[in-house]
């Protein structure tokens, strides 16, 4: 296979990713870490402290305990430290999942003013973009809400990275985007960084999300474990940057 026999080069990382040491992946849902963020997770863990902090415990789509401890569990199927992982239900300061529920700038903040008085700072940000890869609010809520936060307390120069979302086609065309990420070149100097996974990665991956989620895996969730450009590919985006500014459209938002 094109990327099994030929081991992807290490993503080139802009210097203001290389300078960072400890990074905080910021999701809505438990699932969101593998389903979209698994190739950047798995190679950023070998380099960086990695925590993850998702701000619901996924209630519209399940059991929440079982969601929290699932998270856990392919967390460390992907090379995190299970103590490094937190999820907040709506019990302790979690926000409410579902597809019609836009979370507010302010009960972002609150949440990880929460967080990071109960885990300490970190010094630098991952998370969704505008788009939310696939366009639910939840995502499309957390950038907005994380920028807002860290303006009010005084760190708006943090960095933050974001997933780059892709149109449908490309979402499902593993085969081509693991031909194109090797061809393709991209300008780590205009904020933009590539993870490309190996066969044994991206077989790791789909364990992750199988086994790891396995509550999760509704017939639908299959094609985009077999076929998904998301478990082979990840492209951050520095907020900020040329290739941030080039590639993403705000959202109209009233609280800006």
């Not at 409410?96 to 630098?124: F, N, P």
């Not at 639910?136 to 120069?157: A, F, I, M, P, W």
């Not at 300008?187 to 990665?201: D, I, L």
């Amino acid at each position: 296979m094109l990327f099994r026999f030929n081991t992807p080069p290490p993503p080139t990382l802009p210097s203001t990713l290389q300078k960072t040491k400890s990074l905080t992946l910021l999701i809505a849902h438990p699932d969101d870490e593998t389903m979209f963020f698994s190739p950047a997770l798995q190679s950023l863990s070998k380099t960086h402290t990695v925590r993850i902090w998702c701000l619901s415990s996924g209630g519209a789509g399940g059991v929440p305990t079982v969601r929290r401890a699932e998270l856990k569990s392919a967390a460390t199927m992907l090379g995190l430290d299970a103590k490094n992982v937190r999820t907040l239900g709506e019990d302790d300061g979690g926000l409410e999942d579902g597809m019609g529920i836009v979370w507010s700038q302010e009960e972002v903040g609150t949440a990880l003013d929460r967080l990071e008085r109960e885990e300490g700072k970190g010094d630098g940000w991952i998370t969704f973009d505008y788009g939310g890869i696939s366009g639910h609010v939840n995502h499309c809520s957390l950038l907005e809400g994380l920028q807002s936060y860290l303006k009010v307390v005084g760190r708006d120069d943090e960095p933050i990275w974001v997933l780059e979302s892709v149109g449908m086609p490309r979402k499902y065309s593993f085969w081509l985007e693991a031909l194109w990420a090797k061809i393709v070149p991209y300008s780590p100097a205009k904020g933009k960084t590539r993870f490309v996974n190996t066969w044994e990665q991206w077989r790791q991956a789909q364990d992750a999300m199988v086994n790891g989620h396995e509550s999760q895996m509704r017939w639908f969730r299959y094609g985009w474990v077999g076929i998904g450009r998301y478990l082979l590919v990840n492209e951050l985006l520095e907020v900020g940057s040329p290739a941030f500014e080039a590639s993403q459209t705000p959202r109209v938002s009233k609280e800006l």
